[in-house]
């Protein structure tokens, strides 16, 4: 199958330009404007910029990561975030750009040393190159399967929207019936927030400690994944915000109203300076109160306060006055049993979701192997 492939290193088939010519100065992006401004990354484009100068257009061409060797084909007019890649530029005589872009992205380099790779490794990568008129061949036969293939992955996370719309609707229709309500100053023994100036006592294990990041928009569960911890002093200022079973947790800066319920496997855990802790008199509520301020009812009362003209916020009060439903733990229970019922349904099938999704980058990256093995 490669009887007629031919190898060359990579810095044969690419010549590279350092991008400093086109650096946009100014990182006041605006999606009104024209000219995006690009990164190698994953995030691809960071930004639109209106700057009219220093704008490559030698197209099409591969942009590197010169320090994680990921890679981006570009097909029209940009500029770019920093110094740290490189432009690719492919001899097309030997190569078409979009058959070299692909044929990069199934290279398996270990980049975990902090530094520049393009020059002195990466370019010295041999690949096996075919005929012009075959790699056109391949070309269209792997844009054909991935035309198909982001068709699927378009239509699940179409489900996964739908699913979030249902939720909200599961949590609306849940508290719809409830007119009778308290300020939260009422029915609670303290409201406060995190203490500032934590980073000090940071460490790889002790207390979690927990940040915005830890909250999630789609539930009231926190997120332990991505966890940091603090190892504090006795005297530490701040230990009133240990957590407790059963506390409820909301964002009170950048993205505000994510509610968490505080779980009983918390063991010792405190918060950071953006988040307030709800503590209400009645623990075996906390759950329906979290799930009515996750509401949209909830978010309604909860937000419409929130002050400043450019970075939001809630103040303490906000939440203290903020109104909640006046329930019997009897009603309370109902609507928890089946609010769980009904998102536990869309939880299952999200994971469905998620996983077709992880197998669908999987299948892309089986198509391109194939490809540059001649059994496409």
Same mark, same amino acid.
């Given at each position: 199958? *490669?009887?007629?492939?031919?190898? *060359?290193? @990579?810095?044969t088939l690419?010549?590279?330009? /350092?991008?400093?010519?086109?650096?946009? %100065?100014?990182?006041?992006?605006?999606? #009104?404007?024209? &000219?995006?401004?690009?990164? !190698?990354?994953?995030s691809?484009?960071?930004?639109?910029?209106?700057?009219?100068?220093?704008i490559y257009?030698?197209?099409?061409?591969?942009i590197?990561?010169?320090?994680?060797?990921?890679?981006?084909?570009?097909?029209?007019?940009f500029?770019?975030?920093?110094?740290?890649?490189?432009?690719?530029s492919p001899?097309? +005589?030997?190569?078409?750009p979009?058959?070299?872009?692909?044929?990069m /992205?199934?290279?398996?380099?270990d980049?975990?040393?902090?530094?520049?790779?393009? &020059? /002195? $490794? *990466?370019?010295k990568?041999?690949?096996?190159?075919?005929?012009i008129?075959?790699?056109?061949?391949?070309?269209?036969r792997?844009?054909?399967?991935?035309?198909?293939?982001?068709?699927s992955?378009?239509?699940?996370?179409?489900?996964k929207?739908?699913?979030?719309?249902?939720?909200?609707?599961?949590?609306?229709?849940?508290?719809?019936?409830?007119?009778?309500?308290?300020?939260?100053r009422?029915?609670?023994? &303290?409201?406060?927030?995190?203490? =500032?100036?934590?980073?000090? *006592?940071?460490?790889?294990?002790?207390? =979690?400690?927990?940040r915005?990041?830890?909250l999630?928009?789609?539930?009231?569960?926190?997120?332990?994944? +991505?966890?940091?911890?603090v190892?504090?002093p %006795?005297?530490?200022?701040?230990?009133?915000?240990? @957590?407790?079973?059963?506390?409820?947790?909301?964002?009170?800066?950048?993205?505000?109203?994510s &509610?968490?319920?505080?779980?009983?496997?918390?063991?010792? !855990?405190?918060?950071?300076?953006?988040?307030?802790?709800?503590?209400?008199?009645?623990s075996e $509520?906390?759950e329906?109160?979290?799930?009515?301020?996750r509401?949209?009812w909830? /978010?309604?009362d909860?937000?419409?306060?929130? =002050?400043? !003209?450019?970075?939001?916020?809630?103040?303490?009060?906000?939440?203290? #006055?903020t109104?909640v439903?006046?329930v019997?733990?009897?009603?309370?229970?109902?609507?928890?049993?089946?609010?769980?019922? =009904?998102?536990?349904?869309? #939880?299952?099938?999200? $994971?469905t979701?998620?996983?077709?999704?992880?197998?669908?980058?999987?299948?892309?990256?089986?198509?391109?192997?194939? !490809?540059? +093995?001649?059994?496409?």
């Amino acid at each position: 199958m *490669y009887t007629e492939w031919k190898t *060359y290193e @990579l810095g044969t088939l690419l010549s590279y330009e /350092q991008p400093a010519a086109y650096i946009v %100065e100014s990182t006041d992006y605006n999606d #009104d404007y024209r &000219i995006p401004v690009l990164t !190698a990354g994953k995030s691809f484009i960071i930004g639109y910029t209106n700057e009219t100068f220093g704008i490559y257009k030698a197209l099409p061409v591969i942009i590197f990561d010169d320090f994680t060797t990921s890679s981006q084909y570009v097909n029209f007019p940009f500029k770019v975030k920093s110094s740290a890649m490189k432009i690719l530029s492919p001899d097309t +005589e030997l190569v078409l750009p979009k058959f070299i872009y692909y044929r990069m /992205q199934i290279i398996q380099f270990d980049h975990s040393t902090h530094k520049r790779y393009w &020059i /002195q $490794q *990466y370019s010295k990568i041999n690949v096996k190159i075919p005929s012009i008129p075959e790699q056109e061949r391949i070309v269209s036969r792997i844009e054909e399967l991935f035309s198909k293939l982001d068709a699927s992955v378009a239509e699940l996370q179409t489900a996964k929207e739908k699913l979030e719309v249902y939720r909200q609707a599961v949590l609306k229709e849940a508290f719809a019936e409830f007119q009778v309500k308290k300020p939260i100053r009422e029915m609670t023994s &303290i409201v406060t927030s995190g203490s =500032r100036g934590w980073a000090k *006592y940071y460490s790889s294990d002790g207390a =979690r400690f927990i940040r915005i990041g830890n909250l999630t928009r789609d539930s009231i569960r926190i997120d332990f994944n +991505e966890m940091q911890y603090v190892a504090l002093p %006795e005297n530490a200022e701040g230990t009133r915000t240990k @957590l407790h079973t059963n506390d409820v947790l909301v964002s009170i800066t950048a993205d505000l109203g994510s &509610i968490g319920l505080v779980p009983e496997t918390i063991g010792d !855990a405190y918060i950071n300076q953006h988040i307030a802790l709800v503590r209400f008199l009645n623990s075996e $509520q906390s759950e329906f109160m979290a799930w009515y301020l996750r509401s949209d009812w909830g /978010q309604k009362d909860l937000l419409k306060n929130r =002050r400043g !003209a450019g970075k939001l916020g809630l103040g303490l009060d906000d939440i203290r #006055d903020t109104k909640v439903p006046v329930v019997s733990d009897k009603q309370a229970k109902i609507v928890i049993s089946e609010i769980s019922a =009904r998102l536990s349904v869309c #939880d299952s099938i999200e $994971q469905t979701i998620d996983t077709s999704l992880q197998q669908g980058e999987a299948l892309r990256q089986s198509i391109l192997k194939q !490809a540059f +093995e001649g059994r496409i």
